[in-house]
């Protein structure tokens, strides 16, 4: 079973490296990861949340917020290729960071590029909660956190909070 890795883990602040075999073990991985997805009740996880060195990720394909029966997605090294200059403030919660939110402003629309299972390059382009969700897992793989977004006086209100949370990866 996958563990939980939390904010101060180093792994959280490290680019993933590019995934390079289309194997087994990946579909395997692939599939560990939805489940824990599931397991923590995220709408979103990355594979450094779950202590892998890797650029993958898998997300729910909401169209807006509390679309829990949305359809899982698993994406292999993503990189976002546009982003739209439309943007929006939505509050952001992390699986890694539990108990803290805070509204960041992102992009309402991104196009994303993406290896599946099999390394088979596409393209796809995710609006709304979607477009959201799929940026602040591909941050995950860039060693970027939600909170770097937040505003000096917020970073500063939450910082015994996670100190506390750092704790967590002793458990």
Same mark, same amino acid.
């Given at each position: 079973? +996958?563990?939980?890795?939390?904010?101060?883990?180093?792994?959280?602040?490290?680019?993933?490296?590019?995934?390079?075999?289309?194997?087994?073990?990946?579909? *395997?991985?692939?599939?560990?990861? @939805?489940? &824990?997805? *599931?397991?923590?009740?995220?709408?979103?996880?990355?594979?450094?949340?779950?202590?892998?060195?890797?650029?993958? @990720?898998? &997300?729910?394909?909401?169209?807006?917020?509390?679309?829990?029966? &949305?359809?899982?997605?698993?994406?292999?090294?993503?990189?976002? +290729?546009?982003?739209?200059?439309?943007?929006?403030?939505?509050?952001?919660?992390?699986?890694?960071?539990?108990?803290?939110?805070? *509204?960041?402003?992102?992009?309402?629309?991104?196009?994303?590029?993406?290896?599946?299972?099999?390394?088979?390059?596409?393209?796809?382009?995710?609006?709304?909660?979607?477009?959201?969700? @799929?940026?602040?897992?591909?941050?995950?793989?860039?060693?970027? +956190?939600?909170?770097?977004?937040?505003?000096? &006086? *917020?970073?500063?209100?939450?910082?015994?909070?996670?100190?506390?949370?750092?704790?967590?990866?002793?458990?």
């Amino acid at each position: 079973m +996958l563990k939980m890795r939390y904010y101060g883990d180093p792994i959280l602040r490290r680019r993933a490296l590019d995934v390079r075999s289309f194997d087994a073990t990946l579909r *395997d991985i692939g599939a560990q990861m @939805l489940e &824990a997805m *599931d397991r923590e009740e995220g709408v979103g996880l990355a594979a450094p949340q779950v202590g892998l060195d890797l650029r993958l @990720l898998v &997300a729910l394909a909401m169209r807006e917020p509390g679309d829990e029966d &949305a359809e899982p997605v698993l994406l292999v090294n993503p990189e976002i +290729l546009e982003r739209s200059h439309e943007t929006w403030v939505y509050e952001e919660g992390c699986l890694s960071i539990p108990g803290i939110r805070g *509204d960041v402003t992102r992009p309402e629309r991104v196009r994303v590029h993406y290896q599946d299972l099999e390394g088979q390059e596409h393209t796809l382009d995710a609006e709304g909660m979607f477009a959201r969700i @799929l940026q602040h897992e591909i941050d995950h793989l860039n060693g970027k +956190l939600f909170i770097d977004y937040l505003s000096t &006086a *917020d970073k500063l209100l939450i910082k015994p909070r996670l100190r506390s949370i750092a704790k967590l990866n002793d458990e």
